[in-house]
């Protein structure tokens, strides 16, 4: 069992930066992808970036440039710098692990841009 815990979301103006991390923590052996997505009211949820083991990055068009993911294997961690955010990122965040061909999601945090 792999539990996900997102950190690092708040109010940021537009043109601002954001830094989100998520640890995992359980029985872990090695976690395969990991990434994040995001979910913005009445919208469905939709990938923004996922990072391989090895490191081989894919970015959402939306967020290329601006957003950069990053990974910590010996803490099981990953990491989500945003910059450049518009109105249009606000979102709840959820990280997301595969470990043995299973799927885990963190319970989400709040990403809100606004002046």
């Known amino acids: 069992q792999v539990q996900l815990v997102e950190s690092g979301g708040g109010l940021v103006q537009p043109g601002g930066s954001l830094r989100l991390s998520c640890a995992a923590s359980?029985?872990?052996?090695?976690?395969?992808?990991m990434g994040w997505y995001r979910q913005a009211p009445g919208k469905q949820r939709e990938l923004v970036a996922t990072?391989?083991?090895?490191?081989?990055?894919n970015y959402a068009d939306s967020v290329k440039g601006r957003f950069t993911i990053s990974r910590d294997n010996a803490k099981n961690a990953v990491y989500l710098q945003m910059s450049s955010l518009k109105p249009e990122d606000t979102a709840v965040y959820y990280c997301?692990?595969?470990?043995?061909?299973?799927?885990?999601w963190g319970q989400g945090t709040q990403v809100t841009v606004s002046s």
């Open positions: 997301n692990a595969i470990y043995l061909s299973r799927t885990y």
């Open positions: 990072i391989t083991r090895g490191g081989t990055t």
């Open positions: 359980g029985t872990i052996f090695s976690i395969s992808a």
